[in-house]
């Protein structure tokens, strides 16, 4: 599996973007698929996360604002991000775990998100 990160760009603060994250392989293949994100100086921190089955989990700083969905039908998982904020300004990561123990994790090679009036 690969995966292709887009979406990113500059917006103001309380705007909104849309990630999208397009996996070149299978999702059947993937057990989890999450977005991480790394600020400038900061460790890479897990924002919002969706497994096989569907259940979602969020960083506490992304509830209520940040939404996570897939589109299986287009190998593809989204990003919804409103409301944003200057401290979400980072470059954002897909990632995935693949659904067998042997296979490595796959990074997306990452988009940046700027908020910034």
């Known amino acids: 599996v690969q995966l292709q990160a887009s979406g990113g760009g500059l917006v103001q603060p309380g705007g909104s973007l849309r990630l999208s994250c397009a996996a070149s392989g299978s999702f059947s293949q993937i057990n989890v698929l999450d977005w991480y994100r790394q600020a400038p100086g900061k460790q890479r921190e897990l924002v919002a996360a969706i497994t096989k089955g569907g259940s979602t989990n969020y960083a506490d700083s992304a509830k209520g604002r940040f939404t996570i969905s897939r589109d299986i039908a287009k190998n593809t998982v989204y990003l919804q991000m409103n409301s944003l904020k200057s401290e979400d300004t980072a470059v954002y990561y897909c990632?995935?775990?693949?659904?067998?123990?042997?296979?490595?994790?796959?990074w997306g090679q990452g988009t940046q998100v700027t908020v910034s009036s």
């Open positions: 990632h995935a775990e693949s659904i067998f123990a042997w296979a490595p994790e796959v």
